[in-house]
């Protein structure tokens, strides 16, 4: 989703002996007091074989010469098959700007200067221009670091008064969203960020900032700024930046929890690049907590069918009253079958405790987890329904109290457990080191249990 732009460095393999030119022929003309058919034949001027300097770029390695041929020998074919390959080249260039990749707003000779960091051409052969290993990428980010601590907090209001048309929407929200700039070891990427408060805190993705050496923000009035990077967490794709500046025009959120299927959905970003940024699409709400797999990690998110585009990722979802209610990060895409209007956003209630515990101390703790992996289940004659246990990380808290795979969880703070979506809303407000209750069937009786919550990273450390 995020829009990766990648160069090098100048050639280094430059040819130094260059062919002296050829003497120049003298025009074919008669001699006076000679026949044309006397004249003697015109003196044939080997020329050397000297191959056109092609102008070096980011995809290709600059050529070899070859042995001079004889043009009266496939001359015909072979240019045709170049033109065809450059047709090829150009086409495959098109694709790669669909997946996320664009070549900036520069000739290929100025992409080159312009990226000159000193690197071998050789060092930019096998990376991944798709950005598919963000999270590796993720390890690897040295961008510097804002401090910790203001008390800020992500604000999420109800929703009040009447609607508003599309275009008051866009005049409300379009100011609050920005063009975020990553600068990486090999070039840069581009994606969205939502202003969240006029001091300066951004929020935005994690796989946009994946990388990052530096951080740059581009506001709607064209002003640029120099962003640090709070913190980030890769599990819920989630990322704030910090600018130094005041009076910034911050979005207003809402709760993501009052949305129903078929509400309005608006999203403003930056698909495609700078020149297209404060693009706004509109659609509905097609489904609440949709879980989904991205690149092996189950999110629980917001779909949508505003389009959604590479470039897009970190902007606001937006309600019908102008609110922020998501976080833009992903969409379904296949190489082998048609997908259209499958968008997705990271609901503002489940941002929230997210971005507070990264304004609060740098970083994420991890959502709470009881460590058991639930399927649902409908009674039986000898059982009740609820969530069944199916799996059990033997590092929680929730095995030390004796829960094991085969017994069923019933009750949560004494709500009625009757889905897996149940159990995820009864422990939906807890934090990290909460406890909860617990009402378990064993397959015998019931029986009664306070069980801790853990992060993910808590129960790694463990074992």
Known sequence: MRLNY????DWKDEPKDIPPAPPKAEPFGPVPGQERSEQ???ERVEQPFMEPRRTPNAWTKPPRPERPRDRRSGSGPRRFGLIFALLLLLAGTGVILQGGVELPRLSLDGLWKEWDRGDSPDDWYGYDYDGENWQEELKDTTVGRAPAGDGT???LAPAEGESLSAGEIYERVNPSVVVVWTTLRYGYTMGTGVIMSSDGYIITNAHVIAGARELEVAFADDRRAEALLVGYDGDTDLAVLKVDAQDLPAAAFGDSAALRVGD????????????????????IISAIDRT????????????????INSGNSGGPLINAYGQVIGITNMKMMSEEETIEGLGFAIPTVSAKTVVDQIIAQGYYTGAPMLGVTVMNIEATETSPAGALISGIEENSDAYRKGLRVGQI????????????????LAKGDLQVGDTITLEVWTGRASRVVDVKLMSKSQMEEQK
């Open 40 to 42: 003697p034949e015109p």
């Open 409 to 424: 969880i019933t009750r949560a703070n004494g709500v009625e457990i009757h889905t897996i979506d149940d159990l995820a």
């Open 153 to 155: 907090t992500l604000l």
């Open 264 to 283: 309005p959905a608006y999203a403003i970003g930056n698909p495609l690049g700078e020149e297209l940024r404060g693009t706004m699409t509109n659609g």
């Open 6 to 9: 990648y160069g090098s460095g």
């Open 292 to 307: 989904v797999d991205m690149d092996g990690m189950d999110m629980t998110l917001l779909q949508t069918n505003a389009a």
